[in-house]
T-cell receptor, first 115, second 114 residues
Framework: DTAVSQTPKYLVTQMGNDKSIKCEQNLGHDTMYWYKQDSKKFLKIMFSYNNKELIINETVPNRFSPKSPDKAHLNLHINSLELGDSAVYFC??????????????FGPGTRLTVL | AQSVTQLDSHVSVSEGTPVLLRCNYSSSYSPSLFWYVQHPNKGLQLLLKYTSAATLVKGINGFEAEFKKSETSFHLTKPSAHMSDAAEYFCVVSNYNQGGKLIFGQGTELSVKP
């Protein structure tokens, strides 16, 4: 009965490869997010989808493409991986009630290592 | 623009002594503030959140935080540290006008000595 799950947990790959990270939430939330945590543990928003519609797109290279097939899933595809993409990627979700106090629930993270 | 500043990158306390993790925020309107905790190689867990209902907010595991508008602070405290409290703590502000995205502070690593 995991609330927000991500696969895989660890991902090691070579530069130039294309990879995907999957996220699923079973909380019935309508908004999902991707955050990136760098080597200094700093967390920054990348994307957000609300009801399958992109609502946040920060200054992320266009090699990163989120896809939301339905409200419960938000996947992250990365093309032509670079060394600087090595990080921990967190998925999160929340129920949008019209206020900013809604809690975001985070997945366990995916540690991506690009060699 | 909204931002948060965590004043200490690392705090070390002895088990059984009080914990104080400091956070200052900047916001052009009434902020929504959170504290999240991240244990080693784990995801993020919500400790507590400020919802404007009360300035003193109680969270899980004995933590609490006080919202002080005059000081633009939201410091996290616990009366008595436990070894299991050793983790990274993030002070966070929510940007309602931008899809509820969370803006994180730099994090404070809490070490607890036996």
């Amino acid at each position: 009965d995991t609330a927000v799950s991500q696969t895989p947990k660890y991902l090691v790959t070579q530069m130039g490869n294309d990879k995907s990270i999957k996220c699923e939430q079973n909380l019935g939330h309508d908004t999902m997010y991707w955050y990136k945590q760098d080597s200094k543990k700093f967390l920054k928003i990348m994307f957000s989808y609300n009801n399958k519609e992109l609502i946040i797109n920060e200054t992320v290279p266009n090699r990163f493409s989120p896809k939301s097939p339905d409200k419960a899933h938000l996947n992250l595809h990365i093309n032509s991986l670079e060394l600087g993409d090595s990080a921990v990627y967190f998925c999160a979700s929340r129920r949008t009630s019209g206020t900013s106090t809604d809690t975001q629930y985070f997945g366990p993270g995916t540690r991506l290592t690009v060699l | 623009a909204q931002s948060v500043t965590q004043l200490d990158s690392h705090v070390s306390v002895s088990e059984g002594t009080p914990v104080l993790l400091r956070c200052n925020y900047s916001s052009s309107y009434s902020p929504s503030l959170f504290w999240y905790v991240q244990h080693p190689n784990k995801g993020l867990q919500l400790l507590l959140k400020y919802t404007s209902a009360a300035t003193l907010v109680k969270g899980i595991n004995g933590f609490e935080a006080e919202f002080k508008k005059s000081e633009t602070s939201f410091h996290l405290t616990k009366p008595s540290a436990h070894m299991s409290d050793a983790a990274e703590y993030f002070c966070v502000v929510s940007n309602y006008n931008q899809g509820g995205k969370l803006i994180f502070g730099q994090g404070t690593e809490l070490s607890v000595k036996p």
